[in-house]
Nanobody, 117 residues
Framework: QVQLVESGGGLVQPGGSLRLSCAAS????????MSWYRQAPGKERELLAAIASTGGNTNYAASVKGRFTISRDNAKNTVYLQMNSLKPEDTAVYYC??????????WGQGTQVTVSS
């Protein structure tokens, strides 16, 4: 059974940083590209960043490029999202999933990120 468990969210001031983690199980993690998404209230889920199975290739949405960094540890079946220079508009629930462009598995519960002073 596939499980995606996101963690690391919280309340942070504008300009601050957070590091999100996503622990994956139930599939061969090292053979899948992984991605991070977010969904703000009243908005559609947005693809933010993707990383190839080996970590060699990454891709970012224009809204987060230069501020967010996706990485992975295949030994730990975990994908990370380092978020710097956070803005109020980054407030959303953040999710991970397998796949480079489209999500493959059922969504996890996500982790809430709130950027506010």
């Amino acid at each position: 059974q596939v499980q995606l468990v996101e963690s690391g969210g919280g309340l942070v001031q504008p300009g601050g940083s957070l590091r999100l983690s996503c622990a994956a199980s139930g599939f061969t993690f090292s053979t899948y590209a992984m991605s991070w998404y977010r969904q703000a209230p009243g908005k559609e889920r947005e693809l933010l960043a993707a990383i190839a199975s080996t970590g060699g290739n990454t891709n970012y949405a224009a809204s987060v490029k230069g501020r967010f960094t996706i990485s992975r540890d295949n030994a730990k079946n975990t994908v990370y999202l380092q978020m710097n220079s956070l803005k109020p508009e980054d407030t959303a629930v953040y999710y991970c999933n397998a796949g480079y462009v489209l999500p493959i598995h059922r969504w996890g519960q996500g982790t809430q990120v709130t950027v506010s002073s």
